[in-house]
């Protein structure tokens, strides 16, 4: 019973330093991919936030006219 403790334990020990050496890989490749990434200067940053920013208002103008046009109809129906 004791041997198959020890042998057991053995086993159990072997597979922590198999997974610890998949997560230390997987964060090396994942080390190794953020250096391939090409960040934007500031200027070209600053330019697609204000290109975001505008089409969000004017998606959000759109959606409340959609919106308040949808609310006048309804009443309109009901009445």
């Known amino acids: 019973m004791a ?7 053995g086993k159990a020990d072997k597979k922590n330093k198999k997974e610890r050496k998949e997560k230390k890989s997987w964060f090396k490749g994942l080390k190794t991919e953020f250096k391939k990434i090409i960040w934007t200067d500031r200027k070209t ?6 290109a975001v ?16 046009v949808a609310l006048q109809a309804i009443e309109w129906i009901i009445r």
């Open 3 to 9: 041997d198959e403790v020890v042998k057991d334990s």
């Open 45 to 50: 940053l600053g330019k697609q936030a204000i």
């Open 53 to 68: 920013i505008a089409i969000s208002v004017v998606f959000c103008i759109l959606i409340t006219l959609v919106d308040s």
